[in-house]
Structures are given as structure tokens and as C-alpha cells.
């Protein structure tokens, strides 16, 4: 029997989670093993008025307070700027202006197998991150360990919208940047376990983002802790936490990254056995 319309179109809005779940631990990978994945990160250059030597490029570069990105300078041909409007060839000598990475990955400065970007925790100051494509770390990589889909770790809670605009200090895996603001629109409570939690989400970007530790933090998962993704709602409404999608951090695939800790109203006394637990290397 053909079945209805509307039939056809429940069943379409409705995939099986569990592979959807699957799909999304294939994109993860190709994400952190890619040329600009996390596992590819191999140095950090913090930049000031003085222009300094990028050791993996044929490359100079500094920062003038307040602007929002860096100025390089190519010394060699062949170096290219690719940004959304397209790629274009740097030249040698002169200092170009990059904006730093934006919320579509872009701009990214590349030659051969290097990549770098420009990033800033918060504005306050840029870094230059350099990736390169044949990294140890992404030749040792050969998965991510996931616990298998389960249900029961799909939770809902209610957000509660704070003030407009709030930045909250936070300490970070990176010790010299203790003290950086994440944006922090609000909080979600909800019950994990046996307990009743006040969850501090920042804002990525138009998503949420929850850093959390949990009883599995050191042992089975990656510490200091994962990471959750959430759909934004309004104040007062439900907010879906499904933590078969919690994941671990960039900092979990490059020690060159600075990721942000789990503040103490995010630290579950429970076992979040749910999402990514940790990377998987060979021996």
C-alpha cells in the first residue's frame, strides 16, 4: 500500500538515531583528522607590535593593538590567502592584513602542507595556529573511542537566558590564559543521575556550548573534560542535551591548543557514559 503523504513525511523527519549518530562519528573524524583538524595543530605563535619569523613558513607576521587580525608578510612566492571571497597569491615583501578565523573556518593562509589561521579567545589578543598536513599526531590517529548510542542519554532540560551580552573570566588548559572571557548567555538546568544541576553554557558562534566533567573525567574520558553542542533557545523554553554527541576537545588531539575547563557548576557527579571518550593512537 503507498503510504500517505503525511505518513512519507514523518517518516523522513524522523531518522533512526542511531545512525545518525553513526554518520556523525564519521564526520568527527574526518573533521580532526583533516588539514586543519585538530590532530594537525602543531605550534601556536603569539603575536604582539613586532614583527616574528613563523618557523614552519616562509612567513613573517605581527599584530597592531586593537585590530581585529594580523599583518604578514610573504617571503617567498607560492604562499596564498583563502578567504570567502576566494584565493589569492600573497607577494613577497608586502604586508597584507588577515582577519582572524571566522565563524566558516576562513581565512586560512597556506603553502604546500601548512596551514595557519588566526584566532583570539576573545578578542583581547591574536595567535597564529599552524597546521600541518602530515603531523605526527594525525599519522598516529586511528579513531575516536565512542560508547555506542543509548537513549536514556538524551536528555531535557529548561534555559535560563542571563544578561545581555555577560562575559564570565574562565580558566583554561592553557595556563597563561586564565583569565579570558567567554561569552555566557545563560544557564540550563537539568537533572542528571540523582542530581539537580545549574549548567554554564558560552556562546560559539549561534550555538551553545557546555564544558563538562563527569565521573568518567580522568579515567575512561579525556580530562580535564567534553564538550556538548546545543541548539540555542529562548529563555524559559526546553533545551534538548543529548549527550551521545558530547565530544572531546581540541586539545584532546594537540596539546598546541588552549581549551577551556569545566567551571565547578559543570562538574556531574555522575558517569556520563554517553559521546567520545578519548582519541585513539597506535602504540
Known amino acids: 500500500m503507498t503510504p500517505s503523504p503525511a505518513t512519507h513525511?514523518?517518516?523522513?523527519?524522523?531518522?533512526?538515531?542511531?545512525?545518525?549518530?553513526?554518520?556523525?562519528?564519521?564526520?568527527?573524524?574526518?573533521?580532526?583528522?583533516?588539514?586543519?583538524?585538530?590532530?594537525?595543530?602543531?605550534?601556536?605563535?603569539?603575536?604582539?607590535?613586532?614583527?616574528?619569523?613563523?618557523?614552519?613558513?616562509?612567513?613573517?607576521?605581527?599584530?597592531?593593538a586593537d585590530e581585529p587580525g594580523v599583518r604578514v608578510r610573504a617571503h617567498t612566492v607560492g604562499?596564498?590567502?583563502?578567504?570567502?571571497?576566494?584565493?589569492?597569491?600573497?607577494?613577497?615583501?608586502?604586508?597584507?592584513?588577515?582577519?582572524?578565523?571566522?565563524?566558516?573556518?576562513?581565512?586560512?593562509?597556506?603553502?604546500?602542507?601548512?596551514?595557519?589561521?588566526?584566532?583570539?579567545?576573545?578578542?583581547?589578543?591574536?595567535?597564529?595556529?599552524?597546521?600541518?598536513?602530515?603531523?605526527?599526531?594525525?599519522?598516529t590517529l586511528t579513531g575516536i573511542e565512542t560508547n555506542p548510542y543509548d537513549p536514556a542519554w538524551v536528555l531535557t532540560g529548561t534555559f535560563h537566558a542571563g544578561q545581555p551580552d555577560a562575559r564570565v573570566p574562565w580558566s583554561f588548559t592553557?595556563?597563561?590564559?586564565?583569565?579570558?572571557?567567554?561569552?555566557?548567555?545563560?544557564t540550563i538546568s537539568v537533572r542528571v543521575g540523582e542530581a539537580d544541576y545549574s549548567l554554564l553554557v558560552f556562546a560559539d558562534g549561534p550555538a551553545l556550548v557546555l564544558v563538562f566533567a563527569d565521573a568518567t573525567t580522568g579515567s575512561i574520558s579525556y580530562a580535564p573534560g567534553r564538550f556538548l553542542r546545543l541548539d540555542p533557545v529562548p529563555d524559559g523554553d526546553p533545551i534538548v542535551?543529548?549527550?551521545?554527541?558530547?565530544?572531546?576537545?581540541?586539545?584532546?588531539?594537540?596539546?598546541?591548543?588552549?581549551?577551556p575547563i569545566p567551571p565547578a557548576p559543570n562538574r556531574?557527579?555522575?558517569?556520563?557514559?554517553?559521546?567520545?571518550?578519548?582519541?585513539?593512537?597506535?602504540?
Open 9 to 64: 513525511l514523518d517518516s523522513a523527519a524522523t531518522p533512526d538515531p542511531a545512525a545518525a549518530h553513526a554518520a556523525w562519528r564519521s564526520e568527527r573524524l574526518s573533521q580532526v583528522s583533516g588539514r586543519t583538524g585538530a590532530a594537525a595543530l602543531i605550534n601556536y605563535v603569539p603575536l604582539d607590535a613586532t614583527e616574528q619569523e613563523i618557523s614552519e613558513f616562509p612567513l613573517s607576521a605581527r599584530r597592531i
Open 79 to 139: 604562499i596564498t590567502l583563502r578567504t570567502s571571497a576566494g584565493i589569492t597569491e600573497l607577494t613577497p615583501g608586502v604586508e597584507t592584513f588577515v582577519d582572524r578565523l571566522g565563524a566558516n573556518g576562513l581565512p586560512l593562509i597556506e603553502f604546500g602542507r601548512f596551514t595557519i589561521d588566526a584566532f583570539s579567545l576573545d578578542g583581547t589578543d591574536v595567535e597564529l595556529r599552524v597546521y600541518d598536513a602530515e603531523a605526527d599526531n594525525l599519522r
Open 174 to 186: 592553557r595556563e597563561s590564559d586564565n583569565g579570558h572571557t567567554k561569552a555566557v548567555p545563560g
Open 241 to 259: 542535551l543529548d549527550f551521545n554527541r558530547a565530544f572531546v576537545p581540541p586539545c584532546g588531539f594537540s596539546d598546541f591548543f588552549s581549551c
Open 268 to 283: 556531574i557527579s555522575a558517569a556520563v557514559t554517553a559521546g567520545e571518550n578519548r582519541a585513539r593512537r597506535t602504540p
